[in-house]
């Protein structure tokens, strides 16, 4: 008899459809924000590489697609305090990281261009040496997402986030791999371009946008979806630098 109310206890089916109803429309909400990122996203790419610009032109978009990015971060943070849920921050990453890559993206293949047209620097350091780093940090770029694919069941981009921590083989030397190796991988272009204005703009615009990123909004969220697990391994890795980690971790 106990069993037979609960089952037909109105209170608990209600709340039963009210978690089912929620979750679909957290998925419904995820699929859309994916559908419109990833069409806003390849169309400002495929949009930019098929126009002729002016080398100004290419040098204010290389600019300005990087500088942009700073207040839209901290607009991200601002959404995540004021209600930190777990479903704000899914949607919340999902919409900044598809953000991020318009106008990064649009920020480097504008800085490419201009680095082709105009040739700034003659480099003492051959042109091999950007290509090998290039391809030494595409290589720790792919294993640090195939591993966090693996192990985190997801990946750090809006299409499909991370489901836990990943504490383990490069995730133990430093918490942000994929960014390092990206920086690395863009110093690389920079050297097999032989630009200065290149490695300039990846150093002074880039590298701080991304530390802002990471210090400001990912972070935060992170902590958000996982809580106790992110922060304790927050405490004991570095931030981007690799450092040896302890036996005990």
């Not at 949607?91 to 900044?96: G, S």
């Amino acid at each position: 008899m106990k069993n037979a109310n609960l089952e037909s206890n109105p209170w608990k089916q209600s709340d039963d459809r009210l978690v089912v109803s929620s979750d679909q429309q957290t998925k419904n909400t995820r699929l859309m924000i994916n559908l419109v990122g990833l069409i806003l996203t390849w169309s400002a790419w495929f949009w930019l590489t098929n126009r002729t610009l002016s080398n100004n032109l290419n040098l204010g978009i290389a600019i300005a697609g990087v500088l942009i990015l700073i207040p839209l971060i901290f607009m991200g943070r601002w959404i995540l305090d004021r209600q930190p849920t777990i479903q704000r921050a899914v949607w919340v990453t999902a919409i900044i990281h598809y953000l991020t890559a318009i106008f990064l993206g649009s920020a480097l293949i504008a800085a490419t261009r201009f680095a082709q047209a105009v040739p700034d620097w003659a480099s003492p350091l051959p042109a091999w040496l950007g290509l090998l780093l290039m391809v030494l940090s595409g290589l720790f770029l792919s294993g640090g997402a195939i591993h966090l694919l693996s192990k985190g069941l997801g990946l750090p981009i809006g299409t499909e986030l991370t489901r836990q921590v990943v504490t383990n083989w490069i995730y133990a030397w430093t918490r942000n791999p994929i960014v390092l190796s990206s920086l690395a991988f863009l110093v690389g272009i920079g050297l097999w371009l032989e630009s200065g204005s290149f490695l300039i703009w990846v150093l002074a615009l880039v590298f701080p946008a991304m530390f802002v990123f990471l210090l400001v909004f990912e972070e935060r969220e992170l902590e958000i979806r996982f809580g106790e697990d992110y922060l304790e391994y927050k405490q004991r890795t570095p931030r981007l630098w690799p450092r040896r980690p302890k036996k005990d971790a």
